[in-house]
């Protein structure tokens, strides 16, 4: 089962997903696909990893997430817009090349027999990109938002704190 859940930063998309895999399990997991760059994104993962208490099980893992131990859990993905960025530095920077990897990896833990909470960001809404790099991944995180919505058996975008249920 995936549901999808999208949103503006600060939406409020984390919040919500981690609530619904508390509510479905007393032991879910958290998938964490950021690559920490800098201090200052080191101190928010540090605080991410802080609000969720020990009853979570944490990986961390920037691609290959299909390997992680997962089966017959509830598990958040934290979050697609990280996770494709990883995918699109090792093909560099190939859309093509990008969102195929992206659809394999997605398709490869859809065999999975377990929940899984997916979350992305809706980078598309915001200013247009400066850069053609910029406006490549604004256009590869659409299609690939697109590919989970389609596949997901719920999707809902987030808005202000609030969920919008769209699937």
């Known amino acids: 089962m995936i549901i999808y859940v999208t ?3 600060r939406s409020g998309k984390s919040r919500f997903a981690q609530e619904r895999a508390r509510q479905l399990s007393d032991s ?3 998938v964490a696909t950021a690559r920490i760059w800098d201090d200052d994104f080191g101190q928010r993962v540090q ?3 802080n609000e969720r ?3 979570w099980t944490t990986h961390e893992s920037e691609l290959d997430l299909h390997q992680l131990p997962l089966a017959d859990r ?3 993905i934290d979050c697609v817009t990280l996770w494709l960025t990883n995918l699109f530095m090792a093909n560099q920077n190939d859309i093509d090349q990008t969102l195929a990897a992206f659809k ?3 398709d490869k833990l859809r065999e999975i027999p377990a929940t899984f909470l ?4 809706e980078i598309g809404m915001g200013l247009h990109a400066d850069t053609e790099l910029g406006r490549k991944f604004t256009d590869l995180q659409g299609w690939a938002n697109q590919y989970v919505a389609s596949v997901a058996d719920e999707a809902i975008f987030m808005v202000s704190g609030l969920p919008m249920r769209l699937k």
């Open 7 to 9: 949103g503006g930063a």
């Open 28 to 30: 879910p997991v958290y």
């Open 47 to 49: 605080r991410h990893r």
């Open 53 to 55: 208490g020990p009853e």
């Open 74 to 76: 509830v598990v958040v």
């Open 104 to 106: 394999a990896d997605l």
């Open 118 to 121: 997916i979350i992305s960001n």
